[in-house]
């Protein structure tokens, strides 16, 4: 079975930080784009940051210097490094798995992590 676990989230001070990590298993980790997404309360899914099939990075601006995704091939494990966290970081995050790309329509979703950045 395809599985993504993410993990690492929490309650944090303005300008704290977090790494969250998503460990996947039941498929070939290389052949799938891999995406960090949030969702905060009252609000839409939105792209945060992107591993792409050819393994290049990319982010959304909100987040462009503040955060890192990384990926660990042997351990089939992606993080997001989040540093300069702000409340308006506050969101429920999402690892994604697809084919083809980093999408909101991901084929493949984890079960989320909370984080909490207070004010």
């Known amino acids: 079975d395809v599985q993504l676990q993410a993990s690492g989230g929490g309650l944090v001070q303005p300008g704290g930080s977090l790494r969250l990590s998503c460990a996947a298993s039941g498929f070939t980790f290389d052949d799938y784009a891999i995406g960090w997404f949030r969702q905060a309360p009252g609000k839409r899914l939105e792209g945060v940051s992107c591993?792409?099939?050819?393994?290049?990075?990319n982010y959304a601006d909100f987040v462009k210097g503040r955060f890192t995704v990384s990926s660990d091939n042997a351990k089939n494990t992606v993080y997001l490094q989040m540093n300069s966290l702000r409340p308006e970081d506050t969101a429920v995050y999402y690892c994604?798995?697809?084919?083809?790309?980093?999408?909101?329509?991901?084929?493949?979703w984890g079960q989320g992590t909370q984080v909490t950045v207070l004010q």
């Open positions: 994604a798995a697809d084919r083809q790309a980093c999408t909101v329509v991901a084929d493949y």
């Open positions: 591993i792409t099939l050819d393994r290049d990075t």
